[in-house]
């Protein structure tokens, strides 16, 4: 058990519609990851905030956000869903703003109808 | 710009061999942090190793090590006395920049495939 806990675990819905996805860090980590993993691909990564501060940025689409609240629990929006956007959506957390060691929840997988 | 490249796709070895997985990185920063993650079937990222660039000694973690070869820009990792448990998605990635500057993404190159034989 990492320590980092995501919601849902598995989220079917359909093309138009919008999920938000929920990450609580490990415990005295401030720092939080995104990244979306499609089917048999790498990771690619979204956007990382600090202490409620965004601090980097990947390719994230426009119809996706995220943002980090003051009890350090983070949530990405997904929006306006596209077949696409399937995938196995990863949160990771760290210590500091500059990862050593990630620690991943399970992933939450999004399944687009 | 950062880029991680893991030119197996996928690997059969025999139980109890070691096997290495390659991984070569390009970067412009002098500092850097490089990870090996590997990811089972049940799909959780598990951390294995990590390596900075100013490290001299290559980094080992019971039966991981890293091979670091700066100046070739590669972080191939070894596993000694491969178990069938070991059967799983091996990721290599990279953090850019120091790690007391400002924050840097990590990014992961796209897998090794490995799968031990009984």
């Known amino acids: 058990d990492s320590g980092v806990t995501q919601t849902p675990k598995h989220l079917i819905t359909a093309t138009g519609q919008r999920v938000t996805l929920r990450c609580s860090p490990r415990?005295?980590?401030?720092?939080v990851y995104w990244y979306q993993q499609s089917l048999d691909q790498g990771l690619q990564f979204l956007i990382q905030?600090?202490?409620?501060?965004?601090?980097a940025k990947g390719n994230i689409l426009e119809r996706f956000s995220a943002q980090q609240f003051p009890d350090l629990h983070s949530e990405l929006n997904l929006s306006s869903l596209e077949l696409g956007d399937s995938a196995l959506y990863f949160c990771a957390s760290s210590v500091g703003p500059n990862a050593g060691e990630l620690f991943f929840g399970e992933g939450s997988r999004l399944t687009v109808l | 710009a950062q880029k991680i490249t893991q030119t197996q796709p996928g690997m059969f070895v025999q139980e109890k061999e070691a096997v290495t997985l390659d991984c070569t990185y390009d970067t412009s920063d002098q500092s850097y942090g490089l990870f090996w993650y590997k990811q089972p079937s049940s799909g959780e990222m598990i951390f294995l190793i990590y390596q900075g660039s100013y490290d001299e000694q290559n980094a080992t973690e019971g039966r991981y090590s890293l091979n670091f070869q700066k100046a070739r820009k590669s972080a191939n990792l070894v596993i000694s006395a491969s178990q069938l448990g070991d059967s799983a998605m091996y990721f290599c990635?990279?953090?850019?920049?120091?790690?007391?500057?400002?924050?840097?993404?990590?990014?992961f190159g796209s897998g090794t495939r490995l799968s031990i034989r009984p």
């Open positions: 415990s005295g980590d401030l720092s």
């Open positions: 905030y600090y202490n409620g501060e965004e601090r």
């Open positions: 990635a990279m953090r850019e920049g120091p790690g007391y500057s400002s924050a840097s993404k990590i990014i």
